[in-house]
């Protein structure tokens, strides 16, 4: 090596040493400028925006800045949670994303370390027109008998479960149980087959669906007789009324007693009875409990309180409401009426009274008046 080139070598082993010793010194002393906050605690948590209002729909971000001893501040990533039923929360990376559901007030608060925080919250009505989202049918399912007649109606809501107004049309499709009319959010279907299909409603580019099943048959029988009795007057014959009484009037120690008859000729051969129930509309209650009996013998025109027919076994208990229909039911009077159709048990009627001594008069409509008799409702199979 020429003596140039050794005294270059030399340098540059001096000038590396130098860097070194440079570096060393600038990591002992901190890193220049830079603060070290490893040995600060944290001291508080702070939300911004610290309190804003929002729109229903809308949509708002919230940070989250841990403080320290030092003064030093650093972005976190708590936990966030939201008050009352004004929207939801959920974490996007560094941000706590806020959804306005409904109006009100309440507070987003975010929890990290042993500090937690809390922004104010107001929502308020959205300026946007409402959008039909979604439309709900009531019933959404159907199973029903043939000759009955089931009810729909429809309810157009926004993204927010906001009621809006809708004028929709109506579609059946499927099978041809029966005809349907409507007339705005209300379509009736009237049943007359059995089968399935599917009822639609729609406004716009929006459908709500209910789904019904035909299965079976409905039949509604009026009384071909029926009278009531009076304890008191034992001789007098009330066939021919439009009112029947039924109860017990404590004052005068006074006991009535109804009884009806169904004829069974309209049932068709071949029929299974899955359930009866009797429908007696009470022009006016004064009795919270009546009990509905068997009869064992008959009763005629001509039938009174002295004359009146022997009472059989009991089938159940029910209360009444005024100017309405009182359906009376329960395996009791399905079975009964099953014996009857087979022939087990002569079809003599049922009674109706009052057992006990409670006080009240039941009055319902007889046979007599038209517009509103006594019925035996029946729901069958054909086997």
Not at 147 to 165: M, Y
Not at 192 to 204: P, Q, R, Y
């Amino acid at each position: 090596m020429t003596k140039k080139g050794a005294i270059l070598l030399q340098t540059l082993k001096i000038i590396g040493l130098f860097s070194l010793l440079i570096i060393v010194a600038w990591l002992f002393n901190g890193c220049g400028d830079v603060t070290d906050t490893s040995t600060a605690s944290f001291v508080g948590l702070s939300i911004s925006p610290a309190s804003v209002s929002v729109k229903v729909g809308s949509t708002q971000e919230f940070t989250a800045v841990a403080v320290y001893s030092d003064g030093s501040e650093s972005s976190v990533i708590p936990t966030w949670s939201v008050s009352g039923e004004i929207g939801s929360v959920i974490r996007v990376g560094y941000t706590g994303l806020f959804t306005a559901t409904l109006e009100g007030s309440g507070l987003i608060s975010a929890a990290y370390s042993t500090g937690v925080a809390w922004a104010t919250l107001e929502v308020t009505a959205s300026t946007e027109p409402d959008v039909l989202d979604t439309i709900t049918l009531s019933p959404a399912n159907v199973l029903a008998r043939v000759e009955a007649s089931q009810i729909f109606t429809a309810t157009g809501l926004g993204a927010s479960l906001e009621t809006i107004s809708i004028s929709p049309t109506w579609e059946i499709t499927g099978d041809a149980i029966g005809n349907l009319t409507t007339s705005g959010r209300v379509a009736t279907l009237e049943i007359t087959a059995e089968g399935s299909a599917t009822i639609s409603c729609v406004s716009g580019e929006v459908i709500g669906y209910s789904y019904v099943t035909i299965e079976g048959f409905v039949l509604e029988i009026t009384a071909e007789a029926d009278t009531f009795v009076d304890e008191t007057n034992p001789t007098v014959i009330y066939y021919s009324d439009t009112s029947l009484k039924a109860g017990y009037v404590s004052v005068t120690d006074r006991y009535y007693e109804s009884y009806f008859r169904f004829p069974l000729t309209l049932i068709p051969a071949g029929a299974s009875i899955e359930s009866a129930t009797l429908g007696l509309y009470a022009s006016s209650v004064g009795s919270y409990d009546l009990q509905l009996k068997a009869l064992t013998s008959d009763f005629s025109a001509t039938t009174n309180w002295s004359t009146k027919p022997s009472i059989g076994s009991y089938l159940l208990s029910s209360s009444f409401s005024a100017d309405s229909y009182n359906s009376l039911s329960g395996d009791a009077l399905t079975s009964l009426v099953r014996d009857w159709l087979s022939g087990a048990t002569p079809n003599y009627g049922l009674a109706l009274l009052q057992e006990g001594g409670v006080d009240g008069v039941v009055v319902n409509v007889s046979v007599e008046n038209v517009s509103n008799p006594s019925m035996l409702r029946l729901e069958y199979t054909i086997e």
